[in-house]
């Protein structure tokens, strides 16, 4: 058989050349294309007839849920949509070390003690090194199959030769090589050759796939893009090293609800699940001295209401360029809240260092968690704190006006339940108008102050009395839009706008 041409594939996202370049049309990488010689030629166009008939079926009809296998850990169930499905296959990725080579061992582990046949594959360490890990985890005990390879046609060789597993765990994909293409293993076509080859035959037979993936510097799973849709689900590991806080988050499944998560607490035998992570996250925060800057946002993820604190510190700043440090929530939505408070209700914010951070290493992304933000700016800028006890959620449009967000019922429960006695949110579809009196709160045990517009967040902390400094502390003698004594930036700004020298 005649050898194929040489071809050259973008590493980044595997679009294919003719010939070498330095950088990549598609994706604008550079130095990403790599040569690729596959050994076998294309394969021929499709003759007429030689394929089979498959059979057509109407839309209606009786649609049974798949059949589940749960793992023992409620968390993964949770972001997988109930548990393991037999025949799909999962993808986890996250950053080295975050943990995923810990949760798949720990998960298996306990399919193996059910009853389960299970294998794990490693490519990236030995027999030995997994058996240490397993034995600080407890759970060398677990009648685990294990193997170390990288060869596909051997994987497939030694599980076609006895009964098949039910859940194989392959550590990682990028380890994985097919042995018909000259390209090194982690390339786009190897780990897209590895891939298809171990889903048709898990699929084939049944079993359960688990990929582990490795991410990029930009926190996307490496490989080409067309990963991620061959699999099932992907579920991404998140969380800072410097935390003990481990957050599983589902961004596509087949057989569940996305952007369901589960959280994790990283401990010496291995991941710990933590039930209710809103009490994790506030642990650390005192109610009875309440202090500027902080909110709590009633949040969403997926179908679990979670509560988060929001910490903001809003400080003069020396600098020409003030600063603007954001953890945990999108620097663009920063600066959008930040310019609607200004316009729309008068505070000065632009010439001062202004820091934002989620507390607990949580990635917030809804648009739900404006409202917080925005009551956590007020408050730190205005050194008066938010109203003890109370939560805050809602979007805010550029006009000021604070718009509704979905489930707010669930919300409001879970901050009950959690001993939050108010709640500042949107007003809600349905609810009273312009100069009527709000509807009553149906919720038992929290009291909800329904706002229409930003300003009515403002004037709400403005009222509550000043913060309670310690003694010998530095309190701010000014307010926002207002110039220190001896501080002439403040007057150059004012005498540049009007004109005047």
């Known amino acids: 058989m005649a050898r194929a041409a040489a071809r050259y594939v973008c590493q980044s996202c595997g679009s294919v050349y003719g010939k070498w370049a330095g950088r990549c049309e598609a994706c ?3 130095n990403s294309i790599v040569e690729e010689t596959p050994r076998e030629a294309a394969p021929r166009g499709l003759g007429k007839g030689s394929g089979r008939r498959i059979e057509l079926v109407a839309l209606h009809g009786a649609a049974e849920p798949p059949p589940r ?7 993964l169930d949770r972001v997988a949509g109930g548990g393991l499905v037999p025949g799909s296959c999962v993808l986890i990725g996250g950053d080295p070390g ?5 949760l798949l061992l720990q998960a298996v582990a306990s399919l193996a003690m059910g009853g389960a046949r299970c294998v794990y594959i490693s490519g990236e360490e030995a027999v030995d090194q997994v058996r240490l890990r397993a ?5 060398d005990k677990a009648p685990i199959d294990l193997a170390a ?11 076609e030769a006895g009964p098949p597993p039910d859940v194989l765990v392959i550590d990682s994909i990028q380890t994985m090589y097919v042995d018909t293409f000259d390209s090194a293993p982690g390339t786009v076509a190897q780990v897209r050759a590895s891939a298809q080859e171990l889903i048709r035959f898990t699929k084939r037979l049944g079993i359960t796939l688990l990929l582990v993936g490795h991410v990029t510097k930009e926190g996307t799973i490496a490989g080409p893009r067309v990963l991620e849709h061959m699999v099932d689900a992907v579920l991404y590991f998140e969380g800072d090293r410097g935390h003990e806080f481990r957050i599983l988050r589902g ?3 087949r057989f569940g609800a996305t952007d369901e998560i589960g959280v994790f607490e990283m401990t010496g035998a291995g991941l710990a699940e933590v039930t209710n992570p809103s009490a994790l996250f506030l642990g650390d925060r005192d109610e009875a001295n309440p202090v500027s800057g902080s909110s709590v946002l009633a949040g969403m993820e997926g179908t679990r209401p979670l509560l988060v604190e929001i910490q903001a510190l809003v400080a003069p700043s020396s600098l020409a360029t ?16 930040m310019a609607v408070l200004e316009s729309r209700c008068g505070l000065e914010l632009g010439m001062r260092d202004v820091y934002l951070n989620v507390a607990g290493g949580l990635r917030v992304t809804e648009p739900a968690a404006d409202l917080a933000v925005a009551a956590a700016l007020v408050s730190s800028a205005l050194s008066r704190p938010v109203p003890a006890g109370t939560v805050a959620f809602g979007e805010i449009g550029l006009s000021g006006e604070i718009r509704p967000v979905a489930q707010p019922e669930a919300r409001l429960k879970e901050s009950a339940k959690l001993g939050f006695a108010g709640a500042l949110m949107p007003r ?3 609810g009273a108008k312009a100069g009527k009196p709000k509807r009553e709160q149906a919720t038992p045990g929290i009291q909800v102050r329904e706002l229409a517009r930003l300003q009515e967040l403002v004037d709400i902390i403005r009222e509550q009395p000043p913060e309670h400094r310690p003694e010998g502390a530095p309190a701010s003698s000014t307010q926002p839009g207002e110039t220190r004594s001896g501080d002439t930036r403040g007057e150059g700004r004012r005498s540049y706008s009007t004109g005047q020298t």
């Open 98 to 102: 975050i943990g995923k080579s810990t």
């Open 28 to 30: 604008g990488q550079w």
């Open 251 to 253: 961004v596509k499944n």
């Open 149 to 159: 390879a990288t060869d596909v046609r051997d994987i497939v060789t030694t599980l």
């Open 322 to 337: 003030p600063r603007r440090a954001v953890v945990g929530w999108d620097s663009s939505r920063l600066a959008m809240v």
């Open 69 to 75: 296998r749960s793992t023992g850990i409620g968390e």
């Open 135 to 139: 034995g600080r985890m407890g759970l």
């Open 428 to 430: 809600r579809t349905g």
